[in-house]
């Protein structure tokens, strides 16, 4: 028989069906799984393992043979104690799946792995130790522990999302409640102001017909403040609800400082107070110049004369205010500070509430009404109001406005 005949006759012939299958087709068949496949005896000792181990783990089969408490050794440090114990328990007689550890790779790497394992028995059902199945579920892991993230971040945004809805709804009942107590306060306005004028209108003319040598006469100018005082507290009020009559214009920032600093001097004269202004130049945009704005004039005005004439009025003589205007994105700002005696922490998130107010400590200043104002004028020109302060070291109001309404 030639050499050719003799290869041939040596060749194994595939079973067919109904035959019995040879071992070593079910060695062809662990070997070639794609798991990594492990079979230990009744003691635990390793009794066999394929050669997908060499893709797990970085080792070869011999090399893991050779290893003392195999697998072990090739489980991370972190991991091991615990799969140490599914070990004792598989050689108990237990059966487990999808138990997930990480390996110790030759390359430094620490791939997830998820084990299995199930008792082997022969036909009369004795133990044959166990078999040990081990997949890996590195990108499995990774999708989980991403979702897990995922989920974690969906969360958070709910949690935002409540949260600003109970805040919205918070601010919904605090606008019912200002514009409640706005509509009072401007319904009591009108009915002050009717009397007031009469009264301002009789005491004009008995001051006018009274000699100034009349005893007490020096009395009459003090009179005369106080009937401006309540007077200029019940225009207040009456803008507390009073919806806006003026439209927008375009005018020139720099007329309108002009026009403020001119207004707000006398007071800062008054309390020694320098108001330092600050410009930087907004951006031309279609025809608005580097300066210009499209705005209600006459209450961006008011806007700036209530913050600085509050900045001054919380200052010492000897200290300064700064006014700033700058640009912000698409819109502008306006930044008033001082450093005075500063906002108490009660009263920060209450200062624009009407009638709460810093300065109670000095007899006849502040009924609490002025930044209730300029807030509704703020937002009235789709704007935002903002105070931050620290007791001791003054306050900052910054107002962000559009450049046209």
């Known amino acids: 028989m030639n050499a050719s005949s003799r290869s041939a006759s040596q060749k194994t012939v595939p079973p067919k069906p109904g035959q019995p299958i040879a071992p070593e087709y079910f060695r062809a068949i662990a070997e070639?799984?794609?798991?990594?496949?492990?079979?230990?005896?009744?003691?635990?000792?390793?009794?066999?393992?394929?050669?997908?181990?060499?893709?797990?783990?970085?080792?070869t089969p011999r090399e893991c043979s050779a290893m003392d408490a195999f697998p072990l050794p090739l489980i991370v440090e972190e991991d091991r104690q615990r799969m140490a114990a599914h070990l004792r328990n598989a050689v108990a007689g237990s059966t487990e799946n999808?138990?997930?550890?990480r390996v110790a790779h030759r390359d430094g790497s620490t791939p997830w792995m998820a084990m299995s394992w199930q008792p082997l028995r022969d036909e009369d059902g004795q133990s044959l130790g166990f078999r040990v199945s081990v997949r890996d579920v590195t990108e499995i892991h990774a999708l989980r522990e991403k979702l897990r993230l995922q989920n974690e971040h969906l969360e958070q945004l709910v949690q935002e999302r409540t949260a600003k809805i109970a805040q919205l709804e918070e601010h919904r009942l605090k606008m019912e409640k200002l514009a409640a107590i706005g509509e009072l306060a401007a319904g009591v306005a009108h009915e002050i102001n009717n009397p007031l004028a009469g009264i301002r209108n009789a005491f004009a003319l008995l001051k006018r017909h009274l000699p100034d040598t009349v005893k007490h006469y020096d009395k009459l100018s003090l009179i005369d403040d106080e009937i401006e005082r309540i007077s200029s507290i019940t225009h207040q009020m009456h803008r507390l609800y009073r919806p806006s009559e003026q439209s927008a214009s375009t005018f020139s920032i720099h007329e309108t400082r002009r026009h403020v600093e001119s207004l707000t001097l006398p007071t800062s004269r008054k309390h020694g107070v320098v108001v330092q202004w600050h410009f930087e130049p907004l951006p031309s945009r279609g025809t608005l110049g580097n300066d210009q704005i499209r705005l209600r004039r006459g209450e961006l005005k008011q806007v700036l004369i209530n913050l600085i004439h509050n900045a001054i009025q919380a200052s010492e003589r000897g200290q300064e205010v700064h006014v700033s205007v700058q640009p912000h994105g698409e819109r502008f700002?306006?930044?008033?500070?001082?450093?005075?005696?500063?906002?108490?922490?009660?009263?920060?998130?209450?200062?624009?509430?009407?009638?709460?107010?810093?300065?109670?400590?000095?007899v006849g200043q502040g009924m609490g009404l002025g930044l209730s104002v300029t807030r509704g004028l703020v937002e009235g020109m789709r704007g935002d109001i903002r105070a931050e302060s620290q007791v001791g070291q003054g306050a900052v109001f910054t107002v962000d406005l559009p450049r046209t309404l």
């Open 32 to 59: 070639g799984t794609v798991d990594w496949e492990i079979w230990f005896s009744t003691a635990g000792d390793l009794l066999w393992l394929n050669d997908a181990v060499r893709r797990f783990t970085g080792y």
């Open 98 to 101: 999808n138990v997930e550890f």
């Open 333 to 362: 700002r306006m930044v008033v500070s001082d450093s005075g005696s500063g906002i108490p922490e009660e009263l920060i998130d209450r200062i624009f509430d009407p009638f709460v107010s810093t300065k109670v400590a000095k």
